[in-house]
């Protein structure tokens, strides 16, 4: 893959912070439903995906700042308004429906997920 320096800010974003389409895709329902909150059942019923599998990718795009679980017991995830990340998922989100191979095959031309997993680990990161 080339330099990351010489991708757009939206390929940066994809690279850095998704794993998967259905990372992706649920982030963006996420973040274009605000203020709706999805629990991981609805998620699962949304990405067509087992519901196992919708909270794992669910507290993956939190552990990542990406979205934010309910602080009660409900366990729905959501997304609020942050003005530096609207206008970046509104470019992911413009440049994903319209390019949506090209953006599929970057996503799983990336290494694999436990790989980045293993990188993340070693990131600083604001308390």
Known sequence: MADQDSHSP???FIIEQIDT????????????????KW???EMAAALYVEPDVAERVLRQLVE????LQASDE?????CEANSD????????????????????RLIHSKASVAVHDFARAFRFKKD
Do not use: C, M
């Open 10 to 12: 939206v390929e940066r």
């Open 21 to 36: 389409v259905p990372h992706l895709e649920a982030l963006l329902l996420i973040w274009n439903g605000r203020p709706r």
């Open 39 to 41: 629990s991981a059942g």
């Open 64 to 67: 990542r700042d990406l979205i």
């Open 74 to 78: 409900s366990g729905q995830y959501y």
């Open 85 to 104: 990340r609207d206008a970046l998922l509104q470019k992911v989100n413009e440049t994903y429906r319209r390019q949506l191979v090209r953006i599929s």
